[in-house]
């Protein structure tokens, strides 16, 4: 009979994250699940250079390497180049959290003795110890999809709340930048989401939404993203450059991360700096389009999810082909309301 994970008892293992910041929210829990159940061991996660900021500052990771996969870890030479390196690492086990074929096949080009993960993506013979998916776990939320892999793999699985901790520094950058603009309530926007536009609320509707809160209550404003998302950003900025302040590409995650928690709301699409507004407490309301909220929605007793019930949705679509009713229907007025009642708890 197999020996379970547990019954191995591991020195050093290799946890492979998953690629996008959202996802590696959703995996926290289990992360910390690896850690208390192998709390003597060396534990590395390895992560794309963009996403690794999650696990910076946690205690339940040793270390953390990068997978450069557009720079000197590009194609099968790149490949080939990072699995010596991870094998001069002796791991004694790989715990796959990503669910691709790639994430097995390096594993065992590594020659990590012990690869455990879910039996998806034709990967099964490159798995020691493959899990299948259960069927009721795909009607759940993504962090219980996580947790149930290690559960099936015989870890014991204890909180599912998210985890997400700051480095000193960038508690300090944000506290400062926070002092910085003056005010008693400061609330987040988040525009943009990686996946694509049918994600995304109108920039117009945001910029309406915070010059009408600001009259109200006389709020400030951050409006987060990336280098790519200044455009949105800059219409936003435009009703109102006194209180709303842009920080298109001017932050590294980690900053963004810390920014996030010393906001009092966050108001955004389905994106991964949602995940970290509900890792970190902030009371945020969520607005869903194409997306499904049972399964990717905020996991936070402190979250509103804003959405219409509509027999298109979700989707799950890029891009709408129909008539993009399941933004355009989302009122300034509801998100408003929904934002206010945060507020108010």
Known sequence: MKATL???QPRKILVRSTNWIGDAIMTTPAVRTIRENFPAAEITVLAQP??????AASPHVD??????????????????RLSR????????????????????????????????????DARSLLL??????????????????????????GLTCGS??????HDDKDLEFARNLRKGLGADLVIGLNPGAAYGPAKCWPAERYGLLAAGLHRLNGAKFLVFGTSADKETIDVITGYGPGFIRGLAGKTTLAQAMALISVCDAFVTNDSGLMHVAAATGTPLAAV??????????????????????????PCLKKKCKLDFRCMLDISVDEVSRAVLGLLEK
């Not at 963009?50 to 696990?55: N, R």
């Not at 389009?289 to 298109?312: H, I, M, N, Y």
Request: glycine share 6%; charged share 25%.
């Open 160 to 165: 599912d709340q998210l985890f997400l901790q």
């Open 128 to 153: 020691t110890h493959g899990v299948p998916i259960r069927a009721e776990i795909r009607r759940k939320h993504q962090v219980f999809y996580y947790q149930a892999l290690l559960a099936d793999l």
């Open 85 to 120: 390196e991870l094998q001069t690492m002796h791991f004694d086990m790989a715990i796959l959290l990503q669910n691709a074929f790639e994430a097995a096949l390096l594993a065992k080009m590594a020659g990590i003795p012990v690869r455990a993960g879910y039996k998806r």
């Open 50 to 55: 963009w996403m690794a900021d999650v696990f």
């Open 288 to 313: 869903f389009g194409s997306t499904d909220a049972t399964a990717t929605g905020p996991f936070s007793d402190r979250a509103v999810v804003v959405q219409k019930e509509l027999a298109c949705r």
């Open 63 to 80: 270390r953390i390497i990068h997978y450069r996969k557009k720079d000197e870890h590009t194609g099968l030479s790149g490949m080939l």
């Open 6 to 8: 547990k019954e191995i």
